[in-house]
């Protein structure tokens, strides 16, 4: 606490009394405390080891600001599906072949690969150079993003529960979800759980295929982690 003290002189005896002493308190103001710096590189170095170790994860893949993704002659529209280790998955995707819009499931598993027929509601067995979904391995992409990811910043959708890191990726470390790409560097924008660090969401700023709009967003939702089905081929 900081005293200041006044003195007044009396005009009569011109001497200073202890009546004339007048004291004024001040509190002292309380220090702000310094926030700890976020340290992003260990955020993420801590979130690619937590994903590694998950053993299934459910994933849905969107866009916006284009139409969708190509895959040869067909137009990827939308996925929804899930991840399994060693090579499993399960994915219902919305396409388009040229004009035509429709939706069909497939099932990979020890290098073998089933469609359903979207008419005949059958299951076919493919060859991967058939699969219009050969490329497509999220665990091995989510495993370059968290890796190629430089430019770091913290997002202003930041909040208690989440973190959200912003920075610039080559579009060549994202063929796992798209297949080949073009050589650009694009956008990202990182949702992870401050408490478990798993990854939430990944959304994708800008081009990744000659075909694409230079502002289209792909949009990969990550959930129902570690919650086993175990997968099988159609009998």
Not at 135 to 163: M, R
Not at 165 to 191: A, H, K, Q, Y
Not at 192 to 197: D, L, R
Not at 200 to 206: E, F, H, P
Request: net charge negative; proline share 6%.
């Amino acid at each position: 606490m900081i005293v200041f003290t006044a003195c007044f002189n009396n005009s009569n005896q011109h001497e200073t009394t202890s009546e004339n002493i007048k004291s004024i308190e001040i509190p002292t103001p309380t220090p702000t405390p310094t926030p700890t710096p976020i340290n992003l590189d260990s955020i993420l170095k801590e979130t690619a080891s937590v994903m590694s170790e998950l053993q299934s994860f459910s994933f849905t893949l969107t866009h916006s600001k284009g139409t969708g993704t190509m895959l040869g002659d067909l137009l990827l529209i939308t996925a929804d599906g899930k991840v399994e280790t060693y090579g499993s998955m399960d994915v219902e995707v919305q396409l388009l072949l040229g004009a035509l819009p429709f939706q069909t499931r497939i099932i990979s598993k020890d290098q073998t690969t089933y469609m359903q027929n979207p008419l005949s509601k059958e299951w076919e067995e493919m060859g991967q150079s058939l699969n219009p979904l050969a490329y497509f391995d999220p665990q091995t992409g989510i495993k370059s993003l968290l890796s190629g990811i430089t430019n770091l910043s913290i997002g202003a959708k930041s909040s208690q529960s989440q973190y959200e890191i912003r920075g610039n990726i080559p579009t060549t470390l994202l063929e796992s979800f798209v297949g080949s790409t073009i050589d650009d560097i694009v956008s990202l924008e990182l949702s992870i759980n401050k408490t478990s660090k798993l990854l939430n969401k990944v959304r994708i700023i800008g081009r990744l295929q000659l075909s694409d709009p230079y502002n289209i967003v792909r949009e990969l939702a990550l959930y129902d982690y570690d919650n086993l089905t175990n997968i099988n081929l159609p009998e």
